[in-house]
């Protein structure tokens, strides 16, 4: 998805942070742009900013993918239909309302600091973020780095990258900074007093997105608890003159003289109110458990195993399930496209039942708010008895999505699951690539959930590694047990089946229960 940017002006410390040698040895000097037509005279972007937008994008697919697999897509054409497009204005001429808001895309200049790892790794950074700010329906158009040995307890920035960005804003005409990392509430507001914009960080974002994507009843609960636990700590007020005042004796409540004075503040009573609405939203999500609990402890009593779909946000993991189930759910080239998990039964080669649960995306820095009010959603992969591990092997750092994926789901108590790491998207990735991750992971796969390539291979390292039922039974099942030869077929794994004059002669494994329930009626 290329990304178009705006040309920063030329400064005398395009690299705040870092010597001018060290930024001339490690990149090459960026060309001038043309001159306008007005003559003016020519500038020059960040040297590092440059390298950043040369490349490819490293979050976005440059493929969109479209499969025959994904089914029509109904609800990607009931996303689609409210989003915000560029270039139409319904701006007024004349505002007169203290809370307008213009009715267009978001105009954002990126700010990234990174104080430890390479260049490469930042770079990355600053890209995924502008695929997070795009994916929200933003327009981003410049963006300007920074390498500190700690983030600038004032401003996050430096004080001399920080003057920079606020040119950079006046400059390219933006309305909102997104700085790719958690901001304190002090640094927000300093920086905001900077830049002159409204300035978020790639928590606010993330949340924002989220907020867009969620369908389901559950996912809206969690996403709201999520930027409520964020907000707390960041609400803003104006002192003692928003203080509710006890002033007279109905006010004081019948106790005159002496009780008044300053009552509770405006951001006391909005704290207040956001504590009231996170536990309501608690007991709503912990209400909700139950009916997913028995989902589960069906599948479990009736001996189903379960396969987890899990991996970094866009790394297709919802194409790979429609072309293993056809269950034809929502795929957009877009990060967080997945919030409400996907269950669907499926078949091994061999006829043993299981289900596919396709879970939301993770990525780098994940919302600690995020990793606690998904914590119910996450479940799914905790209890699973496979997972799918689904990486984009054509990203440039697909060992930087293993590790935060491994890293989040490390969080998760007790979580020990084999794992089957799905190297998506081989027919654009670098075969140097697929083998260096091979060679670092115990079990994995090369697939393309586009082409189908490898898709079978899959399927049979899905049933190698399911759990199999532990007893072996040889039993002259009654014809009129036929029920119990349906659930060898469905739960079980069948050796051999015969039809002999007294009933079926089967050859099965099956697990304890049914084994019993099939000695007892031969």
């Not at 990060?335 to 396709?358: I, K, M």
């Amino acid at each position: 998805m290329p990304i178009a940017f705006h040309p920063n002006p030329a400064r005398d410390d395009d690299v705040t942070g870092s010597s001018a040698e060290e930024a001339d040895a490690a990149h090459s000097p960026s060309t001038p742009e043309a001159a306008p037509e007005q003559e003016q005279p020519a500038r020059r972007r960040d040297p590092l900013t440059e390298r950043i937008l040369a490349r490819g994008d490293a979050s976005v697919s440059t493929i969109t993918y479209e499969s025959t697999t994904d089914g029509e897509q109904m609800d990607l054409a009931d996303r689609q239909a409210l989003r915000r497009v560029g270039g139409l204005s319904t701006e007024l001429e004349d505002v007169t309302e203290v809370e307008y808001r213009q009715l267009r895309l978001e105009r954002v200049v990126l700010a990234g600091l990174y104080t430890t790892g390479n260049l490469e790794d930042a770079e990355n950074s600053l890209r995924e973020l502008a695929a997070l700010a795009e994916t929200a329906g933003s327009e981003v158009l410049d963006g300007v780095l920074q390498r500190r040995a700690h983030p600038d307890p004032a401003t996050f920035l430096g004080k001399g990258k920080a003057a920079e960005l606020a040119e950079v804003v006046a400059d390219v005409g933006a309305d909102t900074v997104v700085v790719d990392g958690e901001l304190g509430p002090g640094q927000r507001r300093a920086l905001e007093d900077v830049v002159k914009v409204k300035v978020i960080d790639r928590t606010a974002l993330i949340l924002d997105i989220f907020a867009q994507h969620a369908k389901s009843r559950e996912g809206k609960a969690q996403v709201e608890l999520a930027q409520l636990e964020y907000l707390l700590p960041r609400l803003r007020g104006w002192g003692d003159s928003m203080s509710r005042q006890a002033g007279g004796r109905v006010a004081a409540g019948g106790a005159g003289m002496g009780s008044r004075g300053p009552g509770e503040t405006k951001i006391e009573l909005d704290r207040r109110r956001i504590r009231d609405r996170m536990a309501k939203l608690r007991r709503e999500i912990k209400a909700m458990a139950p009916g997913r609990e028995a989902q589960r402890a069906d599948r479990h009593r009736n001996q189903v195993p379960s396969v987890a779909i899990a991996g970094y946000t866009n790394a297709g993991k919802s194409s790979l399930l429609n072309r293993l189930t056809g269950a034809g759910v929502l795929v957009e080239n877009a990060l967080f496209a997945t919030l409400d998990p996907t269950v669907r039964r499926s078949q091994t080669p061999d006829g043993r039942e299981f289900t596919y649960a396709d879970t939301v995306g993770f990525v780098r820095h994940l919302p600690t708010q995020l990793v606690e009010a998904f914590r119910s959603t996450l479940e799914e992969v905790g209890g699973a008895d496979l997972l799918l591990h689904v990486v984009d092997a054509a990203h440039p750092d697909p060992e930087g999505q293993i590790r935060a994926v491994r890293t989040v789901l490390g969080e998760l108590e007790g979580f020990d699951v084999p794992e089957i790491v799905v190297l998506n998207k081989a027919d654009i990735a670098e075969p140097e690539t697929i083998a260096r991750i091979r060679s670092l992971v115990e079990h994995s796969a090369v697939i393309s959930a586009r082409t189908g390539e490898g898709i079978e291979e899959l399927r049979e390292q899905i049933a190698e590694h399911l759990p199999r039922p532990a007893v072996e039974v040889d039993v002259v099942v009654p014809y009129s047990r036929g029920d119990l030869i349906s659930r060898v077929h469905t739960t079980g794994e069948v050796i051999s089946e015969g039809h002999l004059m007294e009933g079926t002669h089967l050859k099965a494994r099956v697990d304890e229960a049914l084994a019993a329930e099939l000695h007892g009626a031969a």
